[in-house]
């Protein structure tokens, strides 16, 4: 069965980075692109990019340009998203998601960024 | 920026049909999709390309595009369809977004 399993929550303080990896099993990991979702406490869903797991071509919500980072490593079937200049707003759980037709999320990381 | 737009709630009685709308420039050109989120739960996705219902989602779940509104129906909405539920569609750039949310409250 298809799986995403997600690194577990992380405490930054404003202005460092977090990288959260996304292991998938089940499937063959390079048929499908890997997005990542983000969700702030109480706050709608909100997009942040995929990543083309075969090629490592990224395209990125506009809003995270510049401050996000997705890559992964296909030797491990593992998909990577790191944010940078942390502040206190992006604190939320993060998912990764394998969409389209079907559609496996991951159990989402809580991020919390705090001085 | 491309905007997806949605009310903030919809309130029905059990067994009588939820509507929840969304509204976007694109979606003429656009599939829309829909997830139900559950307080604590990842999303799920109960409609995709518009009016297809996955595997395992009941019968009672249907959707439809017209113009640029698209909405998801739920006929003879039961009390464990309480949820939150998001449109999702893509721009000119492939890129994804969500609509803000619609609550839905049954009882």
């Known amino acids: 069965q298809v799986q995403l399993a997600q690194s577990g929550a992380e405490v930054r303080k404003p202005g460092a980075s977090v990288k959260v990896s996304c292991k998938a099993s089940g499937y063959t990991f390079t048929d499908y692109y890997m997005h990542w979702v983000r969700q702030a406490p109480g706050q709608g869903l909100e997009w942040m990019g995929w990543i083309n797991t075969k090629s490592g071509d990224t395209n990125y919500a506009q809003n995270f340009q510049g401050r996000v980072t997705m890559t992964r490593d296909t030797s491990i079937s593992t998909a990577y998203m790191e944010l940078n200049g942390l502040r206190s707003d992006d604190t939320a759980v993060y998912y990764c998601?394998?969409?389209?037709?079907?559609?496996?999320w991951g159990q989402g990381t809580l991020v919390t960024v705090s001085s | 920026s491309y905007e997806l737009t949605q009310p903030p709630s919809v309130s029905v009685s059990p067994g009588q049909t939820a509507r929840i709308t969304c509204s976007g420039d694109a979606l003429p050109k656009k599939y829309a999709y829909w997830y139900q989120q559950k307080s604590g739960q990842a999303p799920v996705l109960v409609i995709y390309?518009?009016?297809k219902r996955p595997s395992g989602i009941p019968e009672r779940f249907s959707g439809s595009s017209s113009g640029t509104m698209g909405t998801l129906t739920i006929s003879g909405a039961q009390v464990e369809d309480e949820a939150d539920y998001y449109c999702?569609?893509?721009?000119?750039?492939?890129?994804?977004?969500f609509g803000g949310g619609t609550k839905l409250t049954v009882l």
């Open positions: 998601a394998r969409v389209g037709t079907t559609n496996y």
């Open positions: 999702s569609s893509t721009d000119n750039s492939d890129r994804f977004l």
């Open positions: 390309e518009d009016n």
